[in-house]
């Protein structure tokens, strides 16, 4: 009398999961859109609010360095979740022209938000958007994948 084992039963192998759904790609890409240009506004406005810091009288100019890893953040996070290089475009415009309006506008005191002698928020106006264009120039470079056959 031999002892035999008994039958193992094989592991069942759950199929690899589908692409996902249509719709939840359209939420995701929508969703990764309104995201940037939130945080193009949040960031926009926490950059003026930064401009005029000073330390002893002189100003740090915290605010352009703010800008920049903001915005390469803001850029690369809009053409990722998107996956077009046009999701760029909305968080840009809507950054310069609050940048642009805070330069413009003035307070119920008649104050500006941004002075004309206030350099550090003139260059975070102007390095902020070049660093938008500086990603967007770097993307056109960038060729498309070749797929060898």
């Given amino acids: 009398m031999t002892l035999e084992a008994p039958p193992v039963a094989a592991p069942v192998e759950e199929p690899p999961p ?4 249509r719709a939840l790609e359209l939420a ?8 940037a240009v939130l ?13 005029p810091l000073r330390i002893g009288g ?5 605010a352009v360095p703010a800008a920049v890893v903001a915005n390469v953040a803001i850029s690369w996070f809009a053409v990722t ?10 968080p840009w415009a809507v950054w310069t ?10 307070t119920t ?5 941004i002075s004309g ?12 958007s070049l660093t938008f264009a500086g990603y967007t120039y770097r993307m056109i470079l960038k060729s498309p994948a070749v797929t060898k056959r």
């Fill in 109 to 113: 005191e008649g104050d500006y938000l």
């Fill in 18 to 21: 589908g692409p996902p759904s």
């Fill in 97 to 106: 022209l609050i940048m642009f309006f805070a330069a413009g506008l003035r």
């Fill in 28 to 35: 995701v890409r929508t969703a990764g859109a309104l995201i």
């Fill in 58 to 62: 002189v100003p740090i100019g915290v």
């Fill in 39 to 51: 945080a193009a506004v949040l960031t926009a406005f926490l950059e003026i609010f930064l401009s």
């Fill in 117 to 128: 002698d206030d350099w550090v928020a003139l260059v975070t106006i102007l390095v902020g």
């Fill in 81 to 90: 979740t998107v996956g077009r290089r046009w999701a760029l475009a909305p």
